[in-house]
Each structure stands twice: as C-alpha cells, then as structure tokens.
C-alpha cells in the first residue's frame, strides 16, 4: 500500500482493513504507522548484538563487525525481498518521520553493539582520562561503512553484489 499509494496517503484503517483486522488490533501489535515499517531494525539490532556474543574471542574486533553485517547482506541480497525491500528503503529516506525514526533505530542497534565491542576490547589501561571512546568510535565507523556500501548499491544497478560493496566500504578503513 505505501508503494501504491505513498506513505503519508496510507491510513492505519487502510492498512487494518487490508490484514483484515481492526484498527484497534493493529495497535495491539504496533505502536504506530511508522513502526510498520521501521520496527523491523529493534529486532534486526538484537540479533546483530547475539551475533557479535557468539563471534571467536581471539577475532579482531573489525572482522567480528562485518561478520555481524552479513545479518544485513543476507536480507539486502534477498531476491525475492528485493524490489520490496529497495522501494521501502527509498519511502523511508524521502519520508523526513520515517527517516527520523529510522536513524534513532541506528543509534540503538549501534549502541547495543559498542556494548559488546567494550568487552572484547577489554579495559583500557587505568590512566585515569576517563571512558574509552574507541568502542563508540569503531562501531560507528562500521555502520558508516554499511550506509555507503547501502546507499551505492541502491544508486547503483546493482550489478554488484552488496557484500561486495560493504567489504570495499570497510576495507577502505584500515582498522585491523
């Protein structure tokens, strides 16, 4: 319905209407309109966070990262969500509600992984400056790579493979 009709067209009666379903139902499974489309990434950010558990403890923190994007590869190379997920991404980054909410879901799932990043890295040296910023540093350098390797691959034809993309994007980054 948002392809068809838009995002801001869509009403929540129409979506319930169309799962035949009633409105009041719809908001028994979702809080809003919007978490329809975006509520996909509080799941998305905990499984990259059980993914990042479950990597060896001896791997360098850079390769776990883009271990734990291959959850991301998996569902951007799916073929038969493709055109589905493609034109949904675009109706995300053009609707401005859509892409706020889209990038406090970022920030989440990027929080939820320098918790885990912080552990491997273990505790800095006890020189009394404070916290240790290259968790936070190195988590959002990895999703800065996953947004470009994203973004070109929807500007593009595709014709690459997103993996392939995503590993340039963090090869480019020297983070051993």
């Not at 509600?97 to 406090?104: E, P, Q, R, V």
Request: hydrophobic share 45%; with cysteine.
């Amino acid at each position: 319905m948002f392809l068809a009709h838009g995002y801001e067209s869509t009403t929540v009666d129409q979506i319930a209407a169309a799962a035949g379903m009633s409105k009041r139902t719809f908001f028994r499974y979702l809080a809003s309109k919007e978490n329809l489309v975006i509520g996909k990434y509080d799941f998305l950010g905990d499984r990259m966070a059980e993914v990042l558990a479950q990597r060896p403890d001896d791997e360098p923190v850079w390769l776990s990262l883009r271990r734990v994007f291959d959850l991301t590869v998996a569902y951007v190379q799916n073929e038969q969500e493709r055109i589905r997920s493609d034109a949904m991404e675009r109706i995300m980054q053009s609707t401005p509600a859509l892409n706020a909410g889209y990038l406090d879901k970022l920030s989440r799932m990027q929080a939820l992984l320098v918790d885990g990043v912080r552990q491997r890295l273990g505790p800095r040296e006890a020189d009394g400056t404070g916290p240790d910023p290259r968790p936070a540093a190195i988590v959002g350098a990895a999703f800065a790579c996953l947004l470009a390797a994203r973004t070109t691959w929807l500007a593009s034809d595709q014709a690459r493979p997103f993996a392939e993309l995503l590993d340039e994007s963090m090869a480019a980054l020297s983070l051993g």
